[in-house]
């Protein structure tokens, strides 16, 4: 069965500087991968997702991600957070034998400080 | 815009009752889910629909029962058997052709005291 471990509950971030958010997969199948934002009290809004070809994917609001295939990874960056960052992300993948059933990680809740 | 619309955002019920959350998309979707999220425990699948008039059973649908009558239109009804109903429901839609990213509503937030 696939699943997806994001290692970080909780981080904290200056405003202003970078930030890398981990996220992990298993199962063996091709991964399709997601990340998603969610505010407090909203639905998920899509940020980026791989399906193939270039490995280093680019998403809205700055965010961009790598799929790395011998990691079984597929981080999540930013170079320079702004406050409106402040949300939890999750990181979510389905195989492609899996129709369209998506797995989502436990998420990582992003606190930004002035 | 086209989007998808769950109601209320917050809804209060006491145990044992039966409750029913919306949800209506516009999008022309033909996949509908619905997610449960918890507190550190990301969204886990109840249900969802590929197609009117048919639906599956997802990682936890104990307690939960749905119907898909219409294309725009995948309700959720939280029965007195689900050992914990109060969370917050997703609902969320995709085009339901291959791998597709899912469009999410706001949410609803229950809380069953």
């Known amino acids: 069965a696939q699943s997806v471990t994001q290692p970080d509950i909780h981080i904290t971030v200056s405003e202003g500087a970078s930030l890398e958010l981990r996220c992990n997969y298993s199962y063996g199948a091709t991964p399709y991968l997601f990340w998603y934002v969610q505010s407090p009290g909203q639905g998920l809004q899509l940020l980026l997702k791989y399906f193939s070809g270039d490995t280093l994917v680019q998403g809205i609001k700055g965010f961009e991600a790598e799929f790395k295939r011998s990691q079984s990874s597929f981080n999540l960056r930013k170079p320079s957070v702004h406050w409106s960052d402040a949300a939890e992300y999750f990181c979510a993948v389905v195989s492609n034998n899996a129709g369209n059933m998506l797995t989502f990680g436990g998420g990582t809740r992003l606190m930004v400080k002035p | 815009d086209g989007g998808i619309t769950q109601s209320p955002k917050y809804l209060f019920r006491k145990e044992g009752q039966n409750v029913t959350l919306s949800c209506e998309q516009n999008?022309?979707?033909?996949?509908m889910y619905w997610y449960r999220q918890d507190p550190g425990q990301g969204l886990r699948l109840i249900y969802y629909?590929?197609?009117?008039?048919?639906?599956q059973k997802g990682d936890i649908a104990e307690g939960y029962s749905v119907s898909r009558e219409k294309k725009e239109s995948f309700p959720l009804t939280v029965t007195s058997a689900q050992k914990n109903p109060t969370a917050f429901y997703l609902c969320?839609?995709?085009?339901?052709?291959?791998?597709?990213?899912?469009?999410f509503g706001n949410g609803t937030r229950l809380t069953v005291t």
């Open positions: 629909s590929q197609i009117v008039n048919d639906f």
């Open positions: 969320a839609s995709s085009t339901g052709t291959g791998v597709s990213p899912l469009h």
């Open positions: 999008l022309n979707h033909d996949a």
